[in-house]
Every structure is written in C-alpha cells, then in structure tokens.
C-alpha cells in the first residue's frame, strides 16, 4: 500500500511540474534544452544570454519594468555561437523583465541591474 502511494505522488509530482513549467508560447512543456541562462546576476548593465543551441540570427529583445512598461528594445550583441549581451548600463537600478525572441522561441527572463 506504501509503495502505491509513493507512485501515486511521483506521478502528480511530474504531472503537476509538466503543466507549471511551459514556455512563454505555451506550445510545448519547458524542457532542459529550452533553458536560457542570464549571466551576471545582479548585474551592472551588460547582461549575457546563453541560448541552448547556435542561433543563425540575433535575437530581438524588448525591456519592461516591473508594471509591465517597454522601456527600451534592443538587439543582442553576438559574443559567441550561443551567447549574446545587451547594454542596460544607462538604466536605473532595479527589476527588469527581457522578453527576447529567436528565430523559433520566445523567452522571459527577469534581469537586476544594480549600481
């Protein structure tokens, strides 16, 4: 009976995580390949992006403050086969949303800048 009842809640565990996680398009669950890593966090104005696979074309990129509020777009800078940079430096300290569009995806990530 123990043994059926640890079943039963790893399988609503997975369910349950396959429903939370989707992408920003809600067309497919997350999945560790869709992961885009922002690097450094917090940041002081230059923020990377580390796409999982080589992208043929620069990402477009749309900031938002926190109500929600496009306060620049921008277009990524290549600094190698999957990363590419964005220059917040002129941006005040705080929260920011980057809602960044490849080729295929959509992607939101929230970004600190500090001073």
């Known amino acids: 009976m123990k043994k059926h009842i640890y079943s039963l809640?790893?399988?609503l565990f997975f369910f349950q995580l396959n429903l939370i996680a989707q992408s920003d398009d809600n067309a497919r669950p997350?999945?560790?390949k869709d992961f885009v890593s922002v690097f450094p966090q917090p940041s002081t104005g230059l923020v990377?992006?580390?796409f999982p696979n080589s992208l043929t074309n620069s990402p477009k990129a749309v900031v938002y403050d926190l109500l929600g509020n496009?306060?620049?777009?921008v277009e990524m800078d290549r600094?190698?086969?999957n990363t590419f940079s964005i220059n917040l430096l002129d941006k005040k300290p705080g929260y920011y949303f980057v809602k960044i569009q490849t080729d295929d995806s959509s992607y939101s990530r929230r970004?600190?800048?500090r001073q």
Do not use: R
């Open 48 to 50: 990377n992006f580390s």
């Open 9 to 11: 809640i790893a399988i």
């Open 70 to 73: 496009v306060v620049d777009k």
């Open 30 to 32: 997350f999945l560790i």
């Open 111 to 113: 970004v600190t800048i």
């Open 79 to 81: 600094q190698n086969g």
